[in-house]
């Protein structure tokens, strides 16, 4: 089955250690983004790409960087996790703009 | 500024019962999203609605979209707990993002 696959599911990291979260997907979307979803908020889209296209949120803080070294797979890399990056993230994909995203299981991150 | 807003944000209901959250948005949109939330889990895409008059159903649930009005509308008919979940209204910016409500966590009680 076309799906959209992220790794770990859970990650528990210390406070300002670096950590990279992964998101591939078998459904050759364009689109791909990613979300920070805090408990009982809706998500918060981060940044995404269309193809290498990156495209940032204003808001999304510069301790937050994405890479997409090919169709199939998206980074996220936290350079310093504070207690306030504790939250799941989610990687969507889109086959385009306007069209429904499609969403990963998520990675809960826990900061010590 | 996009504003999407949702009511109830909490709803208690029986089993059997029917019940509608309502989505309110602020600006022109004509693409609007229903997603399902189980807790610790990921979203999963129940409709999208494109048009103006725009009606789906699925099992117990009924979304509707009137552009005119900025009102989107899920109807759970006869409810079970199965039901149980947080659903999300996200409306479609005509740009590259989705803006989500905040979500209503619906709680089926026996």
């Known amino acids: 089955d076309a799906m959209v696959i992220q790794n770990p599911r859970y990650q528990v990291t210390q406070f300002g250690k670096p950590v990279t979260l992964s998101c591939s997907q078998t459904l050759n979307h364009n689109v791909m983004y990613w979300y920070q979803q805090k408990s009982s908020q809706a998500p918060k889209l981060l940044f995404h790409y269309y193809d290498k296209d990156f495209n940032n949120e204003a808001d999304t803080p510069d301790n937050f960087q994405s890479r997409r070294p090919n169709t199939s797979f998206c980074f996220l890399d936290i350079r310093s996790p504070g207690l306030g990056d504790a939250a799941m993230y989610l990687c969507?994909?889109?086959?385009?703009?306007?069209?429904?995203?499609?969403f990963g299981p998520g990675t809960r991150l826990l900061v010590l | 500024e996009l504003k999407v807003e949702q009511n109830p944000l909490f709803l208690s209901m029986q089993e059997g019962k029917n019940y509608t959250i309502y989505c309110n948005y602020s600006t022109t949109s004509d693409r609007l999203y229903w997603y399902r939330q189980d807790p610790g889990k990921s979203l999963e895409s129940l409709f999208v609605l494109l048009s103006n008059g725009a009606v789906k159903q699925e099992g117990r649930l009924m979304a509707s979209l009137d552009t005119k009005a900025r009102l989107s509308t899920l109807h759970i008919t006869a409810a079970v707990h199965d039901l149980s979940a947080t659903y999300f209204c996200a409306v479609d910016m005509r740009s590259e993002k989705l803006v989500f409500g905040k979500g209503t966590k619906l709680t089926v009680n026996p």
């Open positions: 969507a994909t889109s086959r385009d703009y306007q069209e429904t995203q499609y």
